[in-house]
């Protein structure tokens, strides 16, 4: 009686040797085929793919690679990343959207409050080694010697929406730097000129948005002192009310300026409050732009023109990366830094002059 080899490979797994016995070729030219080691005639190729294909070894992969190599991973954040309210919408969608991708793939979180004992290289590391975690994750953290103990500990890890100037440790942000240049360039394309920048001293991450607002006027050979700057006393919106009520009183009114771009959303929202309270009307009088692209923004009367940055996206890209670092045979490759791109919202805050100044 013939054995049913068809039923034989459906009841177990197909390798690569099976692959070379059906293609007829080497098992060596099978695996330069799959994994594109080497130059192979298009003939052979697609011969090896195509028995690939008919004995399900491609699906077989393919099933294999959607397997995560993690199984526990810390999550090291500050405790204000964690503060549940209406205001801290930026932080809690990037966890958010990690927390579901963990789920999806079976990946244990094991958060870390970084205040107090904890608060340091050595607790992170200690803490990771305790959970028997296979990586870190640091959510708004690029602190220098937290991120030297990290690096020389010889555990993996991933920096979201943070910096590592010593380029030690991968990193996941979005591109603030050409995403504020994006949104200048596009106030400059509108006819403003003299533009407000309100910002907060924060991390590098929001420094690169003052680098981008600058750029923007370089790029348009304009002169810098159409380029202004606000400096809050942090990101919250009463924090952007007050430091707007604070330039217009030093500068008795908007003193020529006829566009504020905000570093973030929750200051635009403070700066609009603030501008409305002096009797100012957006954008007849004064226009104003955000960053971040939060729901509020979309709900503001008028609504928020704002640059809006893949929030959802951090979280699992910065897994890949982990992935990637504790799974590679290559412990000292170079660190990776992964930008994301971010889209420019136009809404109801920005007025245009070029027109007005065509009317006049």
């Not at 959207?97 to 970084?114: D, F, N, S, T």
Request: net charge neutral.
């Amino acid at each position: 009686m013939a054995k049913d080899t068809a039923g034989d490979k459906r009841d177990r797994k197909v390798g690569i040797k099976d692959v070379s016995r059906e293609a007829d070729v080497s098992i060596s030219t099978v695996s330069h085929v799959l994994n594109g080691t080497a130059s192979i005639s298009p003939a052979v190729r697609s011969r090896v793919l195509d028995a690939a294909r008919r004995l399900g070894y491609l699906a077989q992969r393919q099933a294999k690679a959607t397997i995560s190599s993690l199984e526990t991973v810390l999550l090291a954040v500050p405790p204000d990343t964690l503060a549940q309210s209406n205001i801290n919408l930026v932080s809690w969608t990037v966890l958010g959207a990690l927390g579901r991708e963990c789920e999806r793939r079976g990946i244990k979180l094991v958060p870390l409050r970084l205040e107090g004992e904890t608060n340091s290289a050595r607790a992170i590391v200690d803490a990771a080694r305790s959970a028997g975690a296979d990586g870190i994750l640091l959510l708004n953290v690029d602190r220098p010697e937290l991120i030297q103990g990290i690096a020389g500990s010889g555990l993996a890890a991933v920096l979201i929406n943070g910096e590592d100037s010593s380029m030690r440790l991968d990193s996941v942000t979005p591109g603030n730097r050409f995403a504020s240049a994006l949104a200048t360039n596009w106030l400059i394309s509108q006819g403003h000129r003299n533009i407000l920048h309100v910002t907060w001293k924060g991390r590098a991450t929001i420094r690169r948005r003052g680098d981008g607002f600058l750029d923007a006027f370089a790029e348009n050979n304009l002169p810098t002192e159409g380029a202004r700057f606000c400096f809050a006393e942090g990101w919250e919106p009463h924090l952007g009310e007050k430091a707007i009520g604070a330039w217009l009183t030093q500068h008795d009114g908007l003193d020529g300026v006829t566009a504020i771009f905000c570093a973030a959303d929750n200051l635009a929202l403070g700066v609009m409050r603030g501008l409305e309270a002096r009797g100012f009307q957006i954008p007849r009088d004064i226009s104003v732009m955000g960053f971040d692209g939060v729901a509020p923004g979309e709900f503001t009367s008028p609504s928020l023109t704002t640059i809006n940055v893949p929030l959802d996206q951090m979280g699992p890209d910065a897994l890949h990366l982990l992935e990637q670092r504790v799974s590679s045979d290559q412990p000292a490759r170079a660190s990776h830094r992964l930008e994301l791109g971010c889209q420019l919202i136009i809404r109801d805050s920005v007025a245009s002059l070029i027109a007005s100044k065509r009317s006049v």
